[in-house]
């Protein structure tokens, strides 16, 4: 699972918005399932920031914003900016690309809690 969360920071405050996004993921890949995390200033506009967190699973993302300190530091921290998780369908490194097959139900959309539990037929 991939946390991604884009930040529009005023130069003026681009110091305490670092630190504060060091701790973030000083916190976050201190839990387990925390694969990285990555800081980004944007070189083109430098009151654009991005933040990406890579987790093992959505289950090691729902672990990892549970312990208190996340919740006291990472979560405020994070609704400062526009996050979105994302299912990781492929990745590369080497010329090498690895696909992943969808965990998530072609009817995701719509499924709702009485529904079936799992994905009979993945997202493509």
Same mark, same amino acid.
């Given at each position: 699972?991939?946390?991604?969360?884009?930040?529009?920071?005023p130069?003026?405050?681009?110091?305490e918005?670092s630190?504060?996004?060091?701790?973030?993921?000083?916190?976050?890949?201190?839990?387990?399932?925390?694969?990285? +995390?990555?800081i980004?200033? @944007?070189?083109?506009?430098? #009151?654009?920031?991005?933040?990406?967190?890579e987790?093992? *699973?959505?289950v &090691?993302?729902r672990?990892?914003?549970?312990?208190?300190?996340?919740?006291?530091?990472?979560?405020?921290?994070l609704?400062?900016?526009?996050?979105s998780?994302?299912e990781?369908?492929?990745?590369?490194?080497?010329?090498? +690309?690895?696909?992943?097959? @969808?965990?998530?139900?072609? #009817?995701?959309?719509?499924?709702?809690?009485?529904?079936? *539990?799992?994905? &009979?037929?993945?997202r493509?």
């Amino acid at each position: 699972m991939l946390l991604v969360c884009g930040f529009t920071v005023p130069d003026s405050d681009s110091a305490e918005f670092s630190a504060q996004a060091t701790r973030a993921v000083e916190l976050l890949t201190a839990q387990p399932g925390c694969v990285r +995390a990555v800081i980004g200033r @944007s070189a083109d506009e430098p #009151d654009q920031w991005a933040l990406t967190v890579e987790f093992t *699973s959505v289950v &090691a993302y729902r672990r990892a914003m549970s312990p208190f300190d996340v919740r006291e530091h990472v979560i405020p921290f994070l609704s400062r900016g526009n996050a979105s998780a994302y299912e990781i369908l492929a990745t590369a490194t080497d010329g090498q +690309a690895d696909q992943r097959t @969808s965990v998530v139900a072609a #009817d995701a959309a719509t499924a709702g809690p009485r529904d079936a *539990s799992g994905p &009979a037929t993945p997202r493509a």
